[in-house]
């Protein structure tokens, strides 16, 4: 009997379901008021200041959220959870929402700022991921490379070889994210980061399981604290982070592996249904200028593409900082990430598992 | 009765189909099926494979020895407590959650900060030219962080089951000679075991799908289940393995429905 | 001696559970702003925090959506074991083990289908959808709290009150009730502290614009947790702690809950 009723009401469940999908069918899109743009940027990525002017300025409210990463961001924008205006993904994050028809194409005689300020060469290396520079405007970029504690290594560190090294067993801190773990290795062995060849993938998998060993933690944000803290000799490290922990640590030195890495920049995007194509726009170009973008970098210090933000830092130091501002045709195998499809996602998670797991 | 009781279970029959079962067939739904919506049960059998068995086994081990670290650790806490004064109780009770109101994220970061090899404690260990202790980034680290943030959900339950037992019932024991090993084994212990029943699902289950405490106390060289499972919907964006391997976490739940009937006829049985 | 050793133990437990709240409240203080390192000691987060209207205003979503989730998934949940205790117990084993899926399922697999639920509902994601996501992952905690106190329970002194004359409403509130109400206490705060917890469910089901105190640390994490939220962590722990040492000085007299427990007992 009982069991006859909670099937019922299991039943009339699904029935309130379909009527729920049926009503959000007809109509349910909010939409936003006259003068709104909802942005979606990665957590403390921004002076909240500029947003504050940006509103004073121009009169349109900023709803502003933030994300952990770019798999965290696709699904709530895909699903339209939420409907954001402005989005700032990485390179490869991009090229898989062109890939899945999810971005406007941008108007640039509307950003006159995005094509006078920021460098020719960020939108030369934009197109690794957005082949006619239609979609992307770059805000933030940098490099990966290693940092270390001068105290505590032998020799100057110069390559990605030396994470093998097993003088340094217990003392090297490593990426915790497929992709970026993946690069190591296969600029190591001389791969392109983008590979998907089976075989130079396998090489580079046994790569990373002959040094797990040696490694004390794979770590994302942490490894800022724990370089800080002596805790560890050598760890990768995202360039924005480097010019902060020496400022904590002066024994850390930040360089850029000789056998290449990977040059990522995160950039702004409007959705293809963004409910406040203008005002996003509008949002856009404030951020590109000089002014904007150097109060930017000063807060977030990730480098900025935008050379008229570089001419107003003030420190000398930092404007001609190598880890900030390093020339990048000084250095070989240098790429950045593409999607690779959900193939070679598929395969490169399944090979991260098989060292994790090992 | 009946027609009282059918409308007392009303709210939540409703609010589970909609909030619990709905969602369920939703995840049921990606487990099932691949990329292009064809039904398969791949992700399923999944779990079969070398990576995702030697995972689970690890799970199931750490959250075993976390579950019964708490136990032992709650049992006893929990009669002291019982004994206490009256007034103390919700006193106490709250002292045991209070931690818990600071962010989980932060807690766990704290212990880093405590267990690094530079740590806190290992300043304190030099201090006091003690030999110092290198357990993070091991499995012990990792039992050690799901035993502190689970181990309220050990005592709470068992501090209720213990304080609902009825002293009188313990003094007749006692009156009729039973002796204190006695009376804890034959009347305290199965009077508690709804407690420690609830208290073991309590910290079991979400010891089982962690993967925040792994990742920061274990340096994230020890894969979990829970970590696969979140490595798939936020690295691989894999929703259908991700669901899929969660369905054969569920496969615990029915475990756990069929050890809690087993043990709840026992304990129906022993009660008076 | 005996008394010594429970109390060594007790405070040994204390010690485990409160040193990493120590540390926290250390870090508050910390001038450098990693974790890593002391730069001396310092009051300007403590400033910095009063002048955060982002923080404070999360801290204001957070409480509110703790405390409405926690008293309707309290109410929901006891009605729910009433009903279920007097269910055939096989029909209660598969209620108990629907109530155990939003606890053993991966919180991300939890915020991922309710987003998709709310999303085929047409919901705007926001308050709302935040408070439903949490009231859901809630109930299974006061169940699961109030559910053995309900077993244990005497069904005859229910009965026994009935036969007296009692309402069933009366004999449910004057018998029943203050037997259940430690586990409801209970599950109430844990339903609290869960909701105040909780990151991923909340990430999902939240709208933009709408922030917790979760979901601010969480993105923090990427460029260093700012120090603020320690202070902040250390000025909600302290108040409670002031609050709860306050109600447990008032003397005794003022509990006649207790007082007439005693004396049944006795």
């Known amino acids: 009997m009982r069991h006859r009723n909670v099937k019922n009401k299991a039943l009339l469940g699904g029935i309130m379901l379909l009527a729920a999908a049926g009503m959000a069918g007809c109509g349910s899109s909010g939409g936003g008021k006259g003068g709104q743009v909802i942005v979606y940027n990665w957590g403390e990525y921004i002076d909240p200041e500029t947003i504050e002017m940006f509103e004073e300025e121009t009169g349109i409210e900023v709803v502003y959220d933030e994300f952990e990463t770019n798999e965290i961001m696709y699904p709530k924008v895909e699903s339209g959870a939420s409907s954001y205006d402005v989005v700032c993904p990485s390179d490869y994050m991009i090229s898989k929402m062109i890939a899945n028809d999810m971005l406007a194409e941008i108007n640039f005689d509307n950003i006159p700022n995005a094509k006078k300020n920021i460098g020719a060469q960020y939108y030369e290396q934009s197109k690794g991921f957005d082949p006619e520079n239609q979609y992307a405007v770059p805000y933030c970029w940098g490099t990966v490379g290693i940092l270390y504690n001068k105290t505590m290594v032998e020799e100057p560190i110069t390559g990605w070889a030396q994470l093998w090294d097993e003088k340094y067993a217990d003392n090297i801190l490593m990426q915790d994210s497929v992709r970026d773990a993946f690069m190591v290795a296969e600029k190591l062995n001389g791969f392109s980061m983008n590979t998907t060849d089976p075989q130079e993938l396998e090489t580079a998998k046994n790569s990373l399981i002959e040094q797990k060993p040696l490694v004390q933690a794979y770590v994302i944000d942490q490894v800022r604290d724990k370089m800080i803290g002596n805790e560890a000799a050598i760890g990768v490290i995202y360039s924005g982070e480097a010019i902060y922990t020496q400022r904590e640590n002066p024994d850390l030195e930040y360089v850029i592996p000789e056998e290449g890495t990977n040059v990522w920049i995160d950039s702004w995007v409007i959705l293809k249904d963004a409910p406040n194509k203008e005002n996003a726009e509008k949002f856009i170009d404030f951020m590109c200028r000089g002014d904007i973008a150097v109060k930017n970098f000063e807060y977030i210090t990730y480098s900025t593409p935008n050379d008229a933000a570089r001419e107003l830092i003030e420190d000398e130091d930092i404007r001609n900082s190598e880890i900030a501002f390093p020339d990048l045709s000084k250095y070989n195998n240098l790429e950045t990430f593409v999607y690779l499809g959900e193939d070679g996602d598929a395969l490169y998670n399944e090979l991260w598992k098989e060292v994790k797991s090992n | ?272 | 001696m005996k008394n010594t050793a429970k109390k060594i133990y007790i405070a040994l437990i204390f010690l485990f559970l409160y040193a990493p709240i120590a540390t926290l409240m250390v870090l508050s203080f910390n001038a450098s702003k990693t974790r890593a390192k002391w730069g001396g000691f310092t009051f300007k987060w403590y400033t910095q925090l009063i002048q955060n209207d982002d923080i404070l205003k999360a801290l204001g979503n957070t409480l509110l959506i703790a405390l409405l989730s926690s008293v309707i998934a309290t109410v929901i949940g006891t009605v729910a074991c009433i009903a279920m205790n007097h269910m055939k117990k096989r029909t209660r084993t598969v209620m108990m083990g629907i109530t155990n899926i939003p606890m053993l399922n991966a919180d991300i697999v939890t915020g991922i289908s309710l987003m998709l639920l709310f999303i085929s509902f047409g919901l705007r994601f926001g308050f709302g959808t935040i408070l439903l996501a949490h009231i859901t992952f809630n109930i299974p905690y006061v169940i699961l709290s109030v559910m053995p106190r309900m077993k244990q329970l005497n069904p005859s002194i229910y009965e026994a009150a009935l036969d007296l004359g009692a309402s069933p409403f009366n004999a449910f509130r004057r018998v029943v009730f203050p037997d259940l109400l430690p586990g409801i206490l209970s599950g109430f705060l844990m339903a609290f502290t869960m909701s105040l917890d909780d990151f991923i469910i909340t990430h999902f089901t939240k709208g933009a614009g709408v922030d917790t105190l979760s979901t601010k640390i969480y993105t923090e994490v990427r460029k260093g947790i700012k120090p603020e939220m320690y202070a902040l962590s250390t000025i909600i722990f302290l108040s409670v702690l002031v609050l709860l040492l306050l109600v447990n000085a008032a003397p005794d007299k003022q509990d006649p809950r207790a007082d007439k427990k005693q004396a049944s007992r006795f």
């Open chain 2, 1 to 272: 009765m009946t027609s009282k009781n059918k409308w007392l279970s009303a709210p939540y029959t409703l609010w589970s189909a909609v909030f619990i079962i709905i969602p369920l067939c939703m995840i049921f739904y990606y487990g099932l099926t691949d990329k292009t919506g064809a039904f398969t049960l791949e992700n399923i059998t999944a779990i079969a494979t070398a990576e995702h068995a030697k995972a689970l086994r690890l799970s199931i081990l750490l959250s075993l020895i976390s579950t019964l670290l708490c136990f032992l650790l709650a049992y006893p806490l929990a009669m002291i407590l019982t004994n206490m004064k009256v007034s103390q109780h919700s006193f106490i009770i709250l002292i045991f959650i209070l931690p818990m109101w600071m962010n989980f994220l932060l807690r766990t970061l704290a212990w880093q900060t405590l267990l690094e090899k530079n740590g806190v404690i290992n300043n304190i260990l030099t201090f006091l030219h003690l030999p110092n202790i290198n357990i993070i980034n091991t499995p012990y680290a990792i039992i050690l962080g799901m035993v502190y943030n689970f181990l309220p959900f050990m005592v709470l339950p068992l501090y209720n089951a213990l304080s609902k037992i009825d002293e009188n019932v313990i003094n007749a024991a006692r009156d009729l000679g039973a002796d204190n090993v006695h009376t804890f084994f034959r009347i305290i212990l199965p009077l508690s075991v709804p407690g420690i029943i609830s208290g073991i699902s309590m910290v079991f289950v979400p010891a089982l799908t962690t993967f925040v405490i792994s990742s920061l106390l274990g340096g994230s060289k020890i894969l979990l289940i829970g970590n696969v499972i979140d490595q798939e919907f936020t690295q691989a964006s894999n929703w259908h393995l991700g669901s899929g391997l969660s369905i054969v976490l569920m496969l615990f739940i029915i475990l756990n429905m069929i050890a809690s009937a087993v043990f709840d006829k026992d304990g129906e049985g022993s009660m008076l």
